[in-house]
């Protein structure tokens, strides 16, 4: 009897069947070597794939070529009945994905010139990743930003000597082309990445090198640009089934499965990613702080500080939390006090605490928002242009004006003496004949505030109009009076009541006629019956 270890798999030959148990070793072994492994995380062995990208990569029709929109077209469905990823051409957001991308190409001799997924609508607008919407920049490499005609980007890249030396340089082209010539394309798709690194990772103020956790990657954590590591560490090496002991502290191993540890094509979306960490907790890392006494000590004169906001998170601190203010990204915001301004008649200034040219760990302040640093070493007083307090021709004043810079201090003018104002004068004007100020008033004051400005603006007066009563509660209100129908409606029903009051006297009237007639009448024949007796008597 003969014993084969395969990959730990113990296989037994009975000496009666050597020739079968031959075969089945053979097709076990060659099973083996095509078999796809069970850590590559794209559909089958036919595509390449990035740990550094996390990308899967395929020219799907080898070296044919289409337009940009055929392409485009291509890779879309070229999976749609097996699975649900989103294939695109090929997207370079930045210089180290597209190195990258670059190195794939050199290791598998693909140098021609491809369509990317960028393209524009016309030559007016940006370039766009049509996959996201996403402006296309392209800062990593020279090109001609679109100036040549043609609405579709396509890449390549060259190898040149680097001169006195035995090394080569890779050169990266972008140039951009009518959509309907034919070039070779590339097709690709995302893999599912790791997330929700263990051991105290901050996202705020910690950092992975490389920027992904994509399958088949170590990556490292460092602090963030602007933050510092703490000194204090933890010694203790905590086990789980996350941990891998092979790992350097502050290293993260991105790895994964096929679904069901399936060797043959298998939808990527199915992958399964696990990632394993050393087993140290991560160290904290603090922000770099700006010297605190530095700025303190330069805050102007009559100013204070107000406000800190830290333009990378977006937090907003408070005048109960100034101890917050002295971070790094954070932009520290000094005002005037009421009633006074800066040199340049503004009220604010706005500095930030940013990290000194050269280091990742020293902070310096800088002006922010057109602030230029050293401050004024004073806010002054308050004061109003001048300029914006003189009559215009088109403003239906009269020529003069009174000025009150106190209550002793009035001055009747026809020109202003060339200075600014000082805070709390009042300047009245008065309105021509047949104008008035947008209150109805015959006269119009304006205050300088106390943050330079004149209070109303000064914009002249208008047309007079007739005035529209108000009532105490704002609403408009007019004298009653009787509208011009109800007058009318008045003289009708009148004339009707007259009508009506006159037939019912001439049916009175005629009434009264009729029963006259009838007592006439009655009368007469009442006169005839007495007659007739009298004659009886007499004959009898």
């Known amino acids: 009897m003969l014993t084969v270890d395969v990959n730990s798999f113990c296989l037994v030959i009975e000496e009666g069947n050597v020739f079968s148990g031959i075969m089945l070793l053979i097709l076990i072994l060659i099973t083996s070597i095509y078999a ?138 972008i140039d951009n082309k009518p959509c309907d010539i034919m070039r070779s394309f590339i097709c690709e798709h995302k893999v599912p990445l790791c997330t929700n690194p263990p051991g105290g990772f901050n996202t705020t103020t910690m950092i992975i090198k490389p920027p992904i956790m994509a399958p088949r990657s170590i990556v490292q954590v460092q602090c963030a640009p602007g933050t510092l590591k703490d000194p204090i560490t933890s010694s203790n090496r905590l086990s789980g089934f996350d941990v891998d002991l092979s790992l350097s ?31 140290y907790l991560l160290p904290t890392c603090s922000s770099v702080r700006c010297n605190e006494t530095e700025l303190d000590i330069t805050i102007p004169k009559n100013a204070k500080l107000v406000t800190a906001r830290n333009r990378i998170t977006e937090q907003v601190f408070g005048l109960h939390q100034v101890n917050q203010f002295y971070s790094y990204g954070n932009v520290i915001s000094i005002r005037c006090n009421p ?70 201090d009035v001055m009747n003018l026809t020109k202003h003496s060339g200075v600014p104002y000082p805070r709390g004068t009042v300047i009245r004007y008065f309105c021509k004949d047949g104008y008035e100020s947008i209150h109805q008033n015959s006269e119009l004051n304006i205050t300088c505030g106390n943050y330079g400005q004149w209070t109303p603006q000064l914009i002249g007066c208008i047309a007079r109009i007739e005035k529209v009563p108000v009532s105490l509660t704002g609403r408009i209100y007019t004298e009653p009076k009787e509208a011009e129908s109800a007058a009318k409606l008045s003289s009708i029903m009148f004339i009707m009541v007259f009508i009506f009051l006159g037939l019912i006297l001439l049916l009175d009237l005629a009434t009264i006629g009729r029963d006259f007639k009838q007592i006439q009448k009655n009368i007469k024949l009442q006169r005839r019956r007495l007659k007739h007796s009298g004659n009886k008597s007499k004959v009898g």
């Open 36 to 173: 796809i492994p069970l850590d590559f995380p794209c559909y089958d062995d036919t595509w390449f794939y990035s740990n550094e990208t996390g990308k899967c990569y395929k020219p799907i029709m080898g070296a044919q070529k289409l337009p940009f929109s055929n392409a485009s077209q291509a890779c879309k469905t070229y999976l749609q009945n097996i699975s649900k990823v989103s294939i695109n051409l090929v997207k370079l957001s930045n210089e180290n994905e597209a190195d990258a991308f670059v190195k794939l190409l050199s290791e598998n001799a693909f140098k021609e010139t491809i369509w990317i997924g960028a393209n524009r609508s016309d030559a007016k607008q940006p370039f766009i990743w049509y996959m996201d919407g996403s402006t296309a920049l392209f800062d990593y490499t020279d090109w001609s930003q679109g100036t040549q005609p043609g609405d579709c980007i396509g890449f390549s890249y060259t190898t040149q000597p680097i001169s006195g030396t035995d090394k080569w340089t890779i050169v990266k082209t």
């Open 249 to 279: 502290e502050n290293s993260y191993k991105c790895t994964g499965k096929r679904f069901n540890n399936n060797p043959n094509p298998e939808d990527p979306l199915k992958f399964q990613p696990q990632l394993f960490y050393s087993g």
């Open 339 to 408: 009633g006074y301004l800066f040199n340049d008649r503004t009220t604010e200034k706005q500095v930030s605490c940013e990290l000194a040219p050269g280091s990742n760990t020293i902070g310096e302040y800088r002006g922010y928002s057109g602030t230029v640093l050293p401050l004024p070493t004073e806010c002054q007083e308050a004061t109003c242009l001048y300029e914006q307090a003189v009559i215009q021709p088109d403003y239906n004043m009269e020529p003069y004006f009174t000025v009150m810079k106190s209550n002793i």
